[in-house]
């Protein structure tokens, strides 16, 4: 299950589009009408980008009367996050190891 969300969330960060809207979103909550003005794009398309994000639990859309709001969603991050983390500690011992190995090899020298 986790491995699923995180291939929907990597999905959903490949495209450029949606990073920006997600950068916009940080700054706080906004229609997908203000979502699609910087890509001087449709409403239909910032929708299906929203969608994307939505699905990777990114965003979080509601509707107020007939405009519909989006907010980030914290959590998706958080796990994302922790992913990273452990591949960075994995590389990090594997790069002190090899650093290590270097020194020695030239103090041998």
């Not at 916009?24 to 449709?42: C, I, R, T, Y």
């Amino acid at each position: 299950m986790v491995e699923h969300r995180l291939d929907a969330v990597f999905h959903a960060l490949s495209d450029p589009t949606r990073r920006g809207m997600l950068a916009q979103l940080a700054l706080g909550e906004k229609s997908v009408g203000a979502l699609a003005e910087p890509f001087d794009m449709s409403f239909a398309g910032a929708a299906k980008h929203v969608k994307v994000l939505e699905g990777a639990g990114l965003v979080a859309r509601r509707k107020s009367g007939r405009t519909q709001l989006c907010r980030l969603e914290p959590a998706s991050f958080a796990e994302v996050g922790q992913w990273l983390r452990q591949w960075e500690q994995f590389w990090t011992v594997r790069l002190d190891a090899l650093e290590t190995l270097v020194a020695k090899k030239e103090e041998d020298q």
